[in-house]
């Protein structure tokens, strides 16, 4: 599995310019809220998946005053050679990404050369708002682990942008429009295909992941909801034409494709409490690992950022022995509460390193006292 051994940041966020050498095992990142911790977590994310776990534009990710940003790291891959990745992005938006300064013919083709779970308290949003979060969040683990999704997602997006803009015409071509249906159907399918599979296999994961960590008091489920579920594409686009032409967009699609999560038979989003959302959020992710790691053969690198904010004790008793006794690969994880963390991690392996953050920069330490290593 790759291994993140080095990073240098530039220009990320509030990170000036940073390197830094990471353990193979576990790496603890604390500091007072608002340092740096989840920005030194987004720039590994960003690393894998060319693009921020939290910010939709990169204009939110340059530095104060600067107009480009970097990050670069050295991977042991699973070869056990060394592999180096680095990507650039200015202010008009290019994006720079090469492997051992070789640069990628497509961005697209490095999804999933890195695989990459993230757990942080952003995910509320995937309980708390509409599906277009949820969807983003199937779209993040199928396009690491199935190439032809990720293929067929970007040609359908773009035969729906030109529908959209032909909606806008004041007089439709409707033997045009039937064409780009056609092709939408053809695309649409292995999309509707994937993400039912996906939820399927997900399932039963997630409720095994929330029972461990909740001590079963609760029952969770998730369940996929799609207008393809109905009939074909073709038949849906066919229906809806006239709507679609007042309104000047489509109406029908996998773009309106949706998950409901339930806990006990109601939607966890009206009867969850804040711990019992933040354990199925976790669960949820620890599950999409799971399913990365079966579909990759090796273990994703884990995110953990912030997660022990909401969860009383026993179910982060729980959360460690969930993650002491999977074979889990690399993991990152944040807490502004060192002590609390240290108290956590020390269970689990000697194989650790400790750093702390100060208005992006960050210190390697030889414990939990704080106390920086000599420079080696």
Same mark, same amino acid.
């Given at each position: ?33 608002? @340092? &740096? ?10 690393? %894998? ?10 204009? #939110? ?46 961005? %697209?083709?490095?999804?999933? !050369? ?14 708390? @708002?509409? &599906? ?7 779209? %993040? ?56 599979? #996906? ?18 008091? @609760? ?11 109905? &009939? ?27 998950? !409901? ?18 354990? #199925? ?20 690198? $884990?995110? $953990? ?49 400790? #750093?702390?953050? !100060? ?10 006292? &704080? @106390? ?5």
């Amino acid at each position: 599995m790759p291994i993140l051994e080095k990073i240098t940041i530039a220009d990320f966020r509030n990170i000036r310019l940073q390197e830094l050498t990471f353990s193979p095992n576990l790496n603890c990142i604390s500091g007072n809220n608002g @340092e &740096g911790k989840t920005n030194l977590l987004d720039a590994v994310y960003y690393l %894998s998946m060319t693009k921020s776990a939290f910010s939709s534009s990169d204009r #939110f990710n340059f530095r104060y005053g600067t107009s480009s940003f970097s990050i670069c790291g050295t991977y042991r891959m699973q070869n056990s050679l060394e592999s180096r990745f680095s990507i650039r992005v200015d202010s008009t938006g290019e994006k720079k990404l090469k492997r051992d300064d070789k640069p990628y013919g497509r961005i %697209s083709s490095h999804i999933g !050369e890195l695989p990459v779970v993230m757990v942080s308290p952003e995910d509320i949003s995937l309980v708390s @708002e509409s &599906g277009e979060e949820r969807r983003r969040f199937v779209n %993040s683990v199928l396009s690491q682990i199935d190439r032809e999704y990720l293929s067929s997602l970007q040609q359908y997006n773009r035969l729906l942008q030109q529908r959209n803009r032909m909606l806008k015409d004041m007089h439709v071509d409707r033997e045009l429009l039937s064409v780009i249906d056609s092709r939408m159907q053809a695309y649409a399918v292995p999309v509707y295909e994937a993400r039912k599979k #996906f939820v399927e296999d997900i399932r039963p994961v997630a409720a095994e992941f929330y029972g461990m960590l909740s001590g079963k008091s @609760e029952q969770i489920d998730i369940r996929y909801r799609s207008d393809l579920d109905r &009939g074909s594409l073709t038949d849906l686009l066919a229906a809806s034409f006239d709507k679609d032409r007042v309104l000047k967009y489509t109406t029908a699609g996998v773009q309106r494709d949706d998950m !409901e999560f339930v806990m006990d038979g109601w939607p966890i989003r009206k009867c969850g409490s804040q711990g019992q959302q933040k354990s #199925f959020l976790v669960s949820l992710k620890f599950s999409q690992y799971e399913i990365m790691k079966r579909s990759c053969g090796f273990a994703p690198m $884990l995110l $953990l950022d912030d997660v022990f904010d909401k969860l009383d004790m026993n179910r982060i008793s729980n959360l460690l022995s969930m993650v002491s006794s999977s074979d889990f690969g690399q993991i990152f994880i944040t807490d502004s509460n060192k002590v609390r963390m240290a108290g956590i991690v020390d269970r689990i392996t000697d194989d650790r390193s400790y #750093f702390e953050t !100060e208005a992006g920069e960050f210190r390697l330490c030889s414990d939990t006292d &704080g @106390e920086d290593l000599p420079p080696a």
